[in-house]
């Protein structure tokens, strides 16, 4: 039963992969220039701060909200983007994708009960 579920897990992580690193670049792009982030400083600890971020650690205030009114200059260089990025993101990744999972796992389940 577990290795079913564990299977099913696998083959949807790969396939949302591709929005993972498609996030983590589009936040590499936008966030990298500024000195406050440095979870975008390179690329890989872009995507793992990304898929961080898809296990629900987004920690909006202290990447974003203060970077867009901080106090001695705005380190935020592309704001509108930036949130839009991030409102699509908050929206696919932790909420669908995760919903998704769930989903899938009790399909699972359900499955292997009636075998």
């Known amino acids: ?3 079913e579920i564990l ?35 390179t690329i890989p600890m872009s995507l793992m701060r990304t898929f961080a971020m898809m296990l629900g650690e987004i920690d909006f205030l202290g990447t974003y909200v203060n970077s867009y009114y901080g106090e001695s200059k705005r380190t ?28 899938l796992a009790v399909g699972d389940i359900e499955s292997v009960r009636r075998n």
Do not use: C, R
């Open 76 to 103: 935020l260089e592309f704001p509108f983007p930036t949130f839009l990025i991030l409102a699509i993101f908050m929206v696919l990744m932790p909420i669908l994708l995760m919903n998704l999972l769930i989903g």
């Open 1 to 3: 039963m577990f290795l």
């Open 7 to 41: 299977q099913t897990l696998i083959k949807v992580l790969l396939v949302f992969s591709i929005l993972i690193i498609a996030f983590g670049l589009a936040f590499y792009i936008l966030l990298s220039g500024g000195e406050t982030h440095l979870s975008f400083k």
